[in-house]
């Protein structure tokens, strides 16, 4: 049981050792806020500055943190893109296309990641409003939309939804550029939403509305429309 807990310990540090880059600047803020407080503290005998400062420069580095993340997958499953708590699922303006949207609380990783082997499309930017996250009005909220193609026409396109907090969304992936299962895509800053696209008659889905899942680790679905055993997945036609 010890030895759990060291390892749950090192794997958190080791985490938030390395913020992604889009955090440096806020987490120096934070910083700056930890030695004021002392500098306070020190001249007023006051240690409220401190402990606030040092609440939140933890709390950034936290947040920011981007854990190291190697799961395989195989080629019939299709990965969650971000961690956090299964919002719906269920098809919305298209019935062909299913929907699964995924919460994100402040407490979670804020790294999207690709759900299949693809290329990336031409990305969608939508300026719109800043509703909670976990409203049904999210749906209208600013939000980034990222294709992703993979072979025999699938797709598992990902799209990163801001919240009412901060309000900003970061893409590092470009149009065809090719992905991974479970690369980085982006980051949305503080609490927000992820919603996957899926082909509804291609899918059947694994997870359940509640359930919690990890960007990079997690499988939503599986595709049922895989090639049967006598066929070659590359397309090719089967050799005699």
């Known amino acids: 049981m010890f030895e759990d807990f060291l390892s749950s310990l090192a794997f958190f540090f ?3 050792s390395t913020p992604v880059k889009e955090g440096h600047l806020i987490i120096a803020y934070a910083g700056v806020g930890v030695v004021v407080g002392l500098l306070v503290a020190m001249l007023l005998r006051s240690w409220i500055v401190f402990w606030l400062g040092l609440i939140a420069f933890g709390f950034c580095l936290y947040f920011f943190r981007d854990p190291m993340r190697y799961a395989p ?9 971000a961690d956090g708590h299964v919002l719906s699922i269920k098809t919305e303006n298209d019935p062909e296309v299913l929907v ?5 609380s402040i407490m979670d990783v804020h790294i999207q990641r690709a759900t299949i082997n693809g290329k990336i ?3 969608a930017y939508h300026h719109g409003t800043f509703a909670f996250a976990n409203a049904g009005q999210a749906a209208d909220n600013e939000r980034n939309f ?7 026409g699938r797709y598992a ?9 901060a309000r900003r969304i970061v893409s590092w992936v470009k149009k065809d550029q090719p992905v991974r299962i479970g690369a980085k895509l982006g980051l949305i800053y503080f609490g927000s939403q992820v919603a996957v696209y899926l082909p509804a008659r291609s899918v059947r889905v694994l997870v359940h509305e509640g359930q919690p899942v990890q960007g990079g ?11 049967k055993p006598d066929e070659v997945a590359c397309g090719e036609p089967a050799k005699p």
């Open 14 to 16: 080791k985490g938030i």
């Open 73 to 81: 997958f195989a080629p019939d499953e299709i990965a969650s893109p």
């Open 100 to 104: 699964v949207r995924i919460f994100l």
């Open 121 to 123: 499309g031409e990305q």
């Open 146 to 152: 990222i294709p992703i193609t993979g072979e025999n």
């Open 157 to 165: 396109h990902v799209e990163q939804i801001t919240g009412a907090i």
């Open 217 to 227: 680790i997690s499988t939503i679905a599986l595709w049922t429309d895989s090639p």
